[in-house]
């Protein structure tokens, strides 16, 4: 969007009037398009509707210019062929500074009353001095290093970039947002973080359409153990543990069925009981309710996963009432409940460990039940969105 439809879309906004309140001018920066449900798993579309939705005036900006990007990817994936540590193209000194000035000028043309920037540590230092920044994130540089499978391999230079960015993105904001204790602590301990900016608030489930209480919590239908796994990474969500552990309660002789959506194994599968389905579109009517019938039939979401941040998908199973079994590691257990919407497993669980808890669980069926009803209401009451844009919209009216 250029300066001028970014003018036009604030002179269009700038009186709207909310909760006796007068509506913040919110400029929603983005590395990529945040009115996009499709990038960055919807993630920013949900937060700029909720915060739409409270009666902020929310003007986009991104996608960011950086046009020296193409030149480092290349650079990237020859150094990758005969170098095992990878360069990072977004955060080569020269492409942060394309995105930061791309960034600020494009601000400075909506002189908005506060920046929100998701996830942009790569632009957001560079905010112009005087506006407000609020910076949502749901991990620090210091926790995915060497841990997410995006951010292992770095070199030493990509590593020190993203690590100054990420100080000077925390310094200069004047509110900080996380979805888990887990990043907020580091972004102190690591980072030398204002504990007094910070702020702990759940994110919410990113579905277009809740399913309604009634109809997710009626009466369970009969047959097997139905377990579902839902992830685009098969070797990064576990999915090999999630089939060993559908092999391990078949020979305990507890009857099971386990879907596994949106990856597919590197080496073909055949195990009975066994369904694999490689993609579904949420945002294609047809495949969005193919999705949520799974997400009915399921009575545990597994997820075995081996490293994570803050799982869209636990949000989602809680909204569906479906209780989730997951590995304790990174930001999950701060996104799954001891006991309310699951259980945790220790990070070294082996099917084994997995199997041990769902038929312990599927065999008293009042406590399967009480764990379906507990998952609901904490969605209900603060996965979503709805609540999310309402403290934080609240948090903003401070500023």
């Avoid at 002789?253 to 596994?260: A, D, M």
């Avoid at 694999?276 to 545990?300: C, G, H, S, T, V």
């Avoid at 996104?335 to 082996?350: D, K, Q, R, S």
């Amino acid at each position: 969007m250029v300066e001028q439809d970014l003018l036009q879309e604030n002179k269009m906004n700038r009186n709207h009037i909310s909760g006796g309140q007068a509506a913040r001018r919110i400029a929603f920066v983005t590395i990529g398009d945040g009115s996009n449900v499709r990038f960055w798993s919807g993630t920013p579309f949900h937060m700029s509707q909720s915060l739409a939705n409270e009666g902020n005036d929310i003007v986009h900006i991104g996608p960011l210019s950086a046009p020296i990007l193409p030149f480092y990817k290349a650079y990237s994936k020859l150094r990758r062929t005969f170098r095992r540590r990878s360069l990072s193209p977004f955060q080569a000194a020269s492409v942060v500074a394309q995105y930061s000035a791309d960034a600020a000028r494009k601000i400075r043309a909506v002189s908005p009353d506060v920046v929100f920037a998701p996830a942009g540590s790569t632009f957001a230092w560079g905010v112009p001095n005087g506006i407000p920044l609020v910076y949502a994130s749901d991990a620090t540089f210091r926790l995915i290093e060497d841990y997410h499978p995006n951010y292992r391999n770095l070199s030493r230079t990509a590593r020190e970039t993203s690590d100054q960015l990420e100080r000077d993105t925390i310094a200069r904001a004047d509110l900080i947002l996380y979805p888990s204790q887990w990043a907020a602590e580091s972004a102190v301990r690591d980072y030398g973080a204002d504990a007094a900016r910070i702020h702990i608030i759940p994110w919410g489930a990113n579905l277009k359409e809740a399913p309604s209480r009634d109809s997710i919590l009626g009466t369970r239908k009969p047959g097997p153990c139905r377990l579902l796994l839902i992830g685009v990474n098969w070797a990064e969500k576990g999915a090999d543990t999630a089939v060993e552990t559908l092999v391990e309660l078949r020979a305990r002789g507890v009857e099971t069925e386990l879907v596994i959506c949106g990856c597919t194994p590197p080496k073909p599968v055949s195990q009975e009981g066994l369904t694999i389905i490689p993609y579904l579109d949420k945002n294609d009517r047809e495949q969005r309710d193919r999705m949520d019938q799974l997400y009915r039939d399921a009575d545990f979401f597994l997820l075995p996963t081996r490293a994570d941040c803050n799982p869209m998908v636990l949000c989602e199973a809680a909204a569906h009432g479906l209780p989730s079994i997951v590995r304790a590691t990174g930001g999950v257990p701060y996104a799954v409940h001891e006991g309310e919407t699951g259980i945790l497993v220790p990070p070294n669980a082996t099917k084994v460990d997995y199997a041990a808890v769902i038929s312990e669980i599927f065999a008293n069926s009042e406590r399967l039940e009480r764990m379906r009803q507990s998952s609901r209401d904490a969605f209900e009451t603060r996965l979503n969105w709805q609540v999310w844009g309402r403290r934080v919209s609240k948090l903003i009216q401070s500023l």
